[in-house]
């Protein structure tokens, strides 16, 4: 296991904690553990399945136009985009809105 | 002598309508150079257009010049689209002009190499510049038209791919002369605000050669260079190639190619991760099975010196055995559980974790029946019941004369008990 780098699994980017769960399925695949480790090592890669689900979940799903207030100001303003045409719904709110 | 003359404005009408009721005068093509070059603050444009001999004044209206991607030029070579017309204050005629583009394209083309050549030197284009474009993007920027089809296809893709994607349109004229400036100031807003952002879009659909002038322009492409959030191209068609692709960090060949590249569909990364928990769980089994084949070979040794203990050992290392897969297997099926109750909706990848653990655990305890004590009666062993079919454990329990039946591995035996022999203990 010289080769996990040592990061806390909190910190994984995404495409880490894939990396790890891959070696930890090729580790299992080895054969090379005892069955205590193994058992270990199968669930560090459940905690890292889990973890890739996390971070999938966890974005924040919204669409946002920059816009520039009265007092020019920039601001953020959420519009409702129809998911199957890539649409803005609301583009009454896009009226004026070149920054 | 005529006693009606006419007034100069009346012969100025008729020449006016001589003009432009004449078909060849108006929507002509028309190629000169252009000198006497004022863009007024009104946003029209004057200027003269001339050959070697003769020379015309040209207006170019504000609602007419509004789509002009580049700065025109004193000497420039032009080719406009206009109609003759005449300005009766001054007794002029003149050309209305409608379009404007160089004439030929080498003239923009020109401009385009000095200026890469110069950001070349200062080596805005090196590759060691480049940022990494992040491999799965949560937060992203879009710099493009907020009423363009760009807008519409990089949404469209992206949502698709990664439904809880979050985007931050910076909207920018992408086209005309406002466009260079309004592209770096939008690329500026995202650098400077903090908004997080991840990767930075920089979109606009197909156009024509000097439509696409704007991403050849060089306040845009320092601005893309001095960006610190990464950034991608994706201007025009496939054919096109402006100086912004060469300065991005990357670039794609149309806008919803940009959302194919850089968002990852997430329904691949599912199965991505179910496949190593497949693989890892496959894996572990394997590792039990060995557990229990060299067990195996360790009770079968015991066969001969100690064939009563055998069962009990065979029980004791089942129910190990069993405890073990239990262990890896439910306490994961139960933690995959208990999230799922926490959880306000039931996610496919948790979905399909329970179900394959599930069906391995199935697979497991499938193989622990296989291995009861009654797949022992393969190897040699007999069951021995009374004539009441009660299992007899014990010598003691039988007399002579006694009724049995024998139960092998094919078929049952009867008998009758000749004497019987307890061991003293």
């Known amino acids: 296991m010289a080769k996990e780098p040592k990061k806390s699994e909190k910190n994984l980017t995404f495409e880490e904690a894939l990396e790890s769960l891959e070696n930890i399925s090729s580790r299992l695949e080895s054969g090379e553990l005892g069955l205590d480790d193994s058992i270990a090592e199968f669930e560090k890669g459940m905690r890292l399945a889990r973890f890739c689900q996390g971070k999938i979940e966890e974005a924040e799903r919204k669409i946002e136009i920059l816009q520039k207030g009265k007092d020019y100001d920039i601001r953020e303003t959420a519009v409702k985009v129809n998911r199957e045409t890539g649409e803005i719904e609301d583009d009454e709110n896009l009226q004026g809105s070149l920054l | 002598m005529n006693q009606n003359p006419l007034t100069v404005t009346e012969l100025t009408k008729i020449i006016k309508k001589a003009l432009e009721t004449n078909p060849s005068l108006s929507n002509l093509w028309l190629s000169g150079e252009i000198s006497n070059l004022t863009y007024h603050s009104s946003g029209h444009i004057y200027f003269s257009l001339k050959d070697e001999n003769s020379v015309i004044q040209a207006t170019f209206f504000k609602y007419a010049n509004r789509n002009l991607s580049f700065r025109l030029e004193e000497g420039m070579a032009v080719i406009v689209l206009g109609n003759v017309s005449i300005y009766g204050k001054r007794g002029t005629y003149q050309i209305n002009v409608q379009a404007l583009q160089p004439a030929g394209l080498g003239e923009l083309q020109k401009r385009i190499e000095e200026l890469k050549k110069r950001l070349s030197e200062e080596g805005l284009f090196d590759p060691a510049r480049k940022k990494a474009i992040p491999f799965f993007p949560l937060r992203v920027g879009l710099v493009t038209?907020?009423?363009?089809?760009a807008l519409r296809d990089i949404l469209k893709v992206a949502l698709r791919r990664f439904p809880n994607l979050s985007v931050l349109i910076a909207p920018a004229t992408v086209q005309g002369s406002d466009a260079p400036a309004a592209i770096a100031h939008a690329l500026e807003t995202l650098n400077e605000g903090s908004y997080d952002l991840d990767c930075i879009i920089l979109g606009r659909g197909g156009g024509s050669f000097e439509d696409l002038m704007p991403f050849n322009e060089e306040v845009v492409i320092r601005a893309i260079a001095a960006s610190r959030v990464p950034v991608i191209s994706a201007v025009g068609h496939q054919i096109d190639h402006p100086l912004s692709d060469d300065v991005a960090d990357a670039s794609a060949p149309t806008p919803s190619a940009a959302a194919e590249i850089l968002i990852p569909d997430v329904r691949?990364?599912?199965?991505?991760?179910?496949?190593?928990?497949?693989?890892?769980?496959?894996?572990?089994?394997?590792?039990?099975?060995?557990?229990?084949?060299r067990l195996d070979s360790l009770t079968s040794r015991r066969v001969f010196t100690d064939p009563m203990q055998l069962l009990t050992m065979r029980q004791m290392w089942l129910a190990e055995v069993e405890n073990r897969m239990k262990y890896s297997l439910t306490t994961s099926l139960n933690s995959a559980r208990n999230r799922l109750q926490n959880l306000p909706d039931i996610t496919w990848l948790e979905n399909k974790i329970l179900e394959s653990s599930r069906y391995r655990y199935r697979l497991a305890l499938q193989k622990l029946e296989n291995m009861s004590p009654l797949a022992v009666l393969e190897r040699g062993y007999t069951i021995v019941r009374n004539r009441e079919g009660e299992i007899i454990r014990n010598v003691r329990s039988m007399e002579k004369g006694d009724q049995v039946t024998l139960t092998m591995q094919d078929g049952s035996a009867r008998g009758i008990i000749e004497s019987t022999k307890p061991e003293e203990v």
Do not use: K
Not at chain 2, 277 to 293: K, N, P, Q
């Open chain 2, 145 to 149: 038209s907020p009423t363009g089809a």
């Open chain 2, 268 to 293: 691949e990364l599912h199965n991505e991760v179910s496949y190593y928990l497949t693989r890892s769980e496959r894996a572990l089994l394997t590792r039990l099975e060995r557990v229990s084949d």
